[in-house]
Nanobody
């Protein structure tokens, strides 16, 4: 049974940093594409960043390119999202998701989801 548990969210000032963690269990991490998605109030869920199961290639949505970094530690079955230079518009609930094989970083293509962690960027 695939389980994903996010942690690391919180309140941070603009320009600050947070590192989100997604602890995975019930499957072999390197066989799955893992994605970070976010949903702000009144907005659709969007793909923030994904990391491929095959070669570790990464995707970032334009608004976070150069500020966020996704990484995976297969030995710890954990995927991280390092978020730097945070902006108020990054405020959202952040979700970790997984699916077997290669996936585009689109929410509808992922079948397993964590419960989400709130990130609030405010002064």
């Amino acid at each position: 049974q695939v389980q994903l548990v996010e942690s690391g969210g919180g309140l941070v000032q603009p320009g600050g940093s947070l590192r989100l963690s997604c602890a995975a269990s019930g499957f072999t991490l390197n066989s799955y594409t893992i994605g970070w998605f976010r949903q702000a109030p009144g907005k659709e869920r969007e793909g923030v960043s994904c990391i491929s199961n095959s070669d570790g290639s990464t995707y970032y949505t334009d608004s976070v390119e150069g500020r966020f970094t996704i990484s995976r530690d297969n030995a710890k079955s954990t995927v991280y999202l390092q978020m730097n230079s945070l902006k108020p518009e990054d405020t959202a609930v952040y979700y970790c998701a997984a699916d077997h094989g290669e996936r585009l970083c689109t929410p509808d293509l992922f079948g397993s989801w964590g419960q989400g962690t709130q990130v609030t960027v405010s002064s």
